[in-house]
């Protein structure tokens, strides 16, 4: 593959600020990309328009070029391309492979805690069809009642539309890996595409960003492992490029916790603000030295 048409991203979003365990991805994704801005773009993954900020989005910018890093432009914002999501959400709804779910969260907890089985996917606990099997004119009688639904792929009828069962992915750590029916239904289930509150879920703006800017190589954590495999039958379905992919380890804590926006990890912000220089910082994250950060 030529320097040229090669593209890898890393896509942040503006729901808080960056923290160190952004910056050991950031530096993969920039490894990954032969650290030539010509082969590393920048997508600003603000499609929760309740959460992200235009603080933490700024932020972001000051961070990454605090790390040394630059970008080919135009940067692309989710929040610009909801027409996009819409469409595609119509191209599966127009298969027949999207459904409505009016179920709560706990609706959903307390069918499983007293059904036979609870089943657990890699994203908790799988959803156990409820609404999959309603009818259309009770779906539209819940619709004019004003309840609130997601939606849903159906993965098994999705599943079945394929002109072809053989799904396979190459991830650089893991090697050639294949996506099958059984693997989809026991670590996903039926995945939500979409919400009332949010346009579009995260699987479905991942696969359609990553086709629309021609991503060769997709750099993210090993926790997103399993959701490959749903965003590779979303390609299948949507005709869309396969790119490469490369699930890297995580940085963790001295209590070998993930870091994140949640727990209020250590932000790129407060070190930069205590005067850590970028060098010192990288050699921590290299050799796996970050203790006396974390005091």
Known sequence: MSPISFKTRFAPSP??????????????????????????????EDI????????FEQSIYEDLAWLGLSWK???????????????????????GLIYPCFCTRKEIELEILYSATAPHGTEGLIYPGTCRHLSH???????????????????????????THQLYWHDRIKGKQETTEKLLLSSLGDPVLARKDTPASYHLCVTHDDNLQDISLIT???????STH?????????GYNVPEYHHHPLLTDNHGKQFSKRNHSLTLRDLRNKGLEVKT??????????????V
């Open 15 to 44: 729901t808080g600020f960056l923290h160190i365990g952004h910056a050991a991805s950031v530096w993969t994704v920039w490894e990954d990309a032969g650290q030539s801005p010509e082969n590393f773009l920048l997508r600003i």
């Open 48 to 55: 929760d328009q309740t959460r992200c900020k235009p603080e």
């Open 73 to 95: 432009p135009p940067i692309l914002r989710q929040s610009e391309h909801f027409k996009d999501y819409k469409n595609t959400l119509d191209t599966l709804h127009q298969k």
């Open 137 to 163: 004119s009770q779906q539209t009688e819940k619709m004019n009642a004003s309840i609130p639904y997601a939606l849903r792929l159906d993965t098994h009828k999705a599943w079945s539309h394929l002109s």
């Open 220 to 226: 993210r954590g090993k926790d997103l492992f399993f």
């Open 230 to 238: 749903l965003h590779r039958l979303l390609q299948e379905l949507l």
């Open 281 to 294: 910082l990288r050699n921590m994250i290299l050799h796996g030295n970050i203790k006396e950060l974390l």
